[in-house]
């Protein structure tokens, strides 16, 4: 995954609606990772269906802004160009703020960051218990960048999170997998007690039933025994 590390506005997701008649209709989370207000951007809007391969470039500009430093904000956009588009990216081309220079993107702040996968179950709860809710992967130096326990990746330059503003240092020494973290080995440990509590426990049951059997039978057959013996007693 390629991203433009310099660009003063985040993506951080979309939410896509089809029409019946495949007019696409997209909100986007917008997020101002600057220290700026920013007053006006432009871009070009990617929507791309990926069963036809079929895409669609469209050029915005959104001006008469008063977007503080550290704010999200939505965005949203419609084509029906492209019918039941179930893609859509934003190539940012410019952003403008009220008291500094305008931002262009310049293809060197670009950097592959392969892919970024999210923690799950238990060991995503225990690092959200050290971290707070935000808190979605362990944090990570590489030659280009480090990234946050948020999952923003920051240049190397930065001290701070341009998303959550934790401070490099911490993140990096705290809430490493190490510091809050399982091994791959507690993990599988952890697995390994789960599936054996969960075929005890279904063996308990199978074992319950298996008594419940028995004791009806035994019911029965005590039922019958007396039924007998008074038909018995009944008929001398
Ligand atoms: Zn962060």
């Avoid at 330059?157 to 973290?181: F, I």
């Amino acid at each position: 995954m390629l991203i433009d590390l310099s660009c003063p506005i985040e993506l951080r997701g979309y939410e896509l609606l089809h029409d019946d008649t495949g007019v696409t209709r997209a909100r986007i989370d917008l997020f101002n990772v600057s220290d700026n207000t920013i007053c006006a951007y432009a871009g070009v809007v990617r929507w791309s269906r990926d069963e036809t391969g079929e895409a669609r470039n469209d050029s915005i500009r959104v001006d008469q802004l008063d977007l503080e430093e550290g704010t999200a904000f939505k965005l949203s956009l419609s084509t029906n160009q492209l019918r039941y588009a179930d893609r859509v990216e934003i190539y940012f081309t410019s952003v403008e703020f009220y008291d500094a220079p305008a931002w262009q993107p310049d293809d060197s702040d670009m950097v592959d960051v392969g892919e970024q996968k999210q923690l799950e179950g238990a060991e995503l709860t225990r690092l959200q218990e050290a971290a707070g809710d935000d808190a979605l992967m362990y944090p990570q130096t590489q030659d280009e960048f480090w990234r946050c326990v948020c999952g923003r990746i920051n240049p190397l330059s930065l001290d701070t999170c341009v998303r959550c503003r934790r401070e490099r240092q911490y993140v990096l020494g705290e809430l490493n997998r190490r510091a809050v973290g399982m091994s791959p080995e507690q993990v599988w440990a952890r697995q390994k007690r789960q599936a054996r509590a969960k075929a005890a426990s279904r063996q308990m049951v199978r074992a319950r039933k298996d008594t419940s059997l028995y004791i009806a039978l035994l019911l029965a057959a005590c039922a019958a025994f007396i039924a007998l013996a008074m038909w018995m007693a009944w008929s001398v």
